[in-house]
């Protein structure tokens, strides 16, 4: 049994983040004049999703093993 709950502080972190890019990009699309920074935006989301793509192919998976599995600290 884990001592913190990790899953609700994923979501919560996942909920916040969305306010916080609806708030933020709500302000920052009419930079510059009316829908003017959509474009900006769009690259900046698809950023963001490279980002992600990046990390999910190259940070290996830790469910499962035990600590000394990932820091190579197995005595053989």
Do not use: C
Not at 30 to 55: E, P, W, Y
């Amino acid at each position: 049994m884990e001592a913190v709950d990790t899953e609700s502080h994923t979501a919560a972190s996942g909920k916040i983040g969305a306010v916080v890019a609806q708030l933020g990009f709500f302000h920052l699309k009419d930079r510059g004049g009316k829908n003017a920074f959509i474009s900006q935006l769009i690259r900046i989301f698809a950023l963001f999703m490279l980002i992600g793509l990046v990390f999910s192919w190259f940070v290996p998976e830790t469910k499962g093993n035990a600590l000394e599995e990932l820091s190579d600290e197995i005595d053989d």
